[in-house]
C-alpha cells in the first residue's frame, strides 16, 4: 500500500555546505530531504528558515523533495514563504498549532503536502482525528530540538497502531533511526525513514541509506 522511502536530515551535515551536502545525499540514493527548521522558541535550539530553502532549492534543481520539519512555534506564519521558496511538504506540530484543520486546508492550498508531527508525550489518540486529511504521520523517536540522540522505542506502539489504523497512510519516524534502530521502525509499519547523524556521519552514506531501504522493504 506504501513505499519505503529514506530521507536523510541534514542537521548533522556542515551547514556551511548544505547545498553540496543535499546533492551528495541523493546521490547516494535517498529518496528525500528532511529539512529541519527550529526557531528557539518552540523547541531550544536555531537552524534556518524559508530564504534557507529558496537557495537550497536554487542549488539543487527541482527534483529533490523537500520535507520542511516546522518546529516552530506559530505553523501557520510560514505556510506561503515555504511554498514559494520550493518546499513539497509541510510537516507542522499539533502541540504547536491552535486550529490543525485550518492549516491543513492553507497547506494544500498551497499547493504543498502535509505532514502532522507529534512529539514523544503526545498521544497517537490526538494525532487520529487528523490523520484521514493528512498525507504523513511523523512520530517522533526523539524529543525534537537537536540530531544524535537516543531513539526512543517505546515510540513504536505509536506507529503500530496508526499503521493498523489507516493502512495507507505515510508514517514517518525522526530521532536516533540507523542501523541499530531501523528494524524496529520498520516492524512497527513506519515507511518514511528520517535518519540524521547515522547517515550524514556514517564515511559510507550510501551503504547506511541502502541497507535502511532494504530493512523497510523485507
Ligand atoms: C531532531 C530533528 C531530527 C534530527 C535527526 O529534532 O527533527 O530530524 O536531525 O537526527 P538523528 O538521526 O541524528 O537523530
Ligand atoms: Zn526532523
Same mark, same amino acid.
Given at each position: ?16 555546505? *548544505?547545498?553540496?551536502? /543535499? ?9 528525500? *530531504?528532511?529539512? &529541519? ?17 529558496? /537557495? ?10 523537500? &520535507?520542511?520539519?516546522?518546529? +516552530? ?12 521558496a520550493g518546499a513539497n ?17 492553507e497547506i494544500r492550498e ?15 489518540? @490526538? ?7 493528512? &498525507? ?6 526523539? @524529543? ?14 505509536? +506507529?503500530?497502531? *496508526? ?13 536516533? +533511526? ?6 524496529? /521502525?520498520a516492524e512497527a509499519g ?29
Amino acid at each position: 500500500a506504501y513505499t519505503a522511502k529514506i530521507g536523510p536530515s541534514i542537521l548533522s551535515s556542515d551547514l556551511s555546505q *548544505l547545498g553540496r551536502e /543535499c546533492e551528495r545525499m541523493m546521490e547516494c540514493g535517498a529518496d528525500y *530531504l528532511h529539512l &529541519d527548521v527550529m526557531d528557539g522558541h518552540f523547541v531550544p535550539n536555531i537552524t534556518f528558515g524559508h530564504p534557507m530553502v529558496e /537557495c537550497l532549492r536554487k542549488a539543487v534543481g527541482p527534483n529533490p523533495f523537500f &520535507d520542511m520539519h516546522m518546529m +516552530v512555534s506559530r505553523p501557520e506564519q510560514w505556510v506561503k514563504p515555504m511554498a514559494a521558496a520550493g518546499a513539497n511538504q509541510y510537516t507542522f506540530h499539533l502541540e504547536a498549532s491552535t486550529n490543525p484543520g485550518n492549516l491543513i486546508k492553507e497547506i494544500r492550498e498551497s499547493g504543498m503536502k502535509v505532514g502532522l508531527a507529534i512529539k514523544p508525550g503526545t498521544t497517537v489518540e @490526538e494525532l487520529a482525528p487528523w490523520a484521514g486529511q493528512i &498525507d504523513m504521520a511523523l512520530v517522533m523517536t526523539v @524529543e525534537p530540538g537537536f540530531g544524535g540522540q537516543t531513539f526512543m522505542e517505546d515510540m513504536m506502539p505509536k +506507529v503500530s497502531w *496508526l499503521r493498523s489504523q489507516f493502512p495507507s497512510l505515510d508514517i514517518e519516524v525522526d530521532g536516533g +533511526v540507523g542501523p541499530d534502530t531501523i528494524h524496529r /521502525c520498520a516492524e512497527a509499519g513506519a515507511n518514511m525513514i528520517v535518519s540524521g547523524s547515522a547517515v550524514v556521519s556514517s564515511v559510507d552514506p550510501r551503504s547506511v541509506i541502502a541497507l535502511l531501504k532494504d530493512v523497510v522493504l523485507e
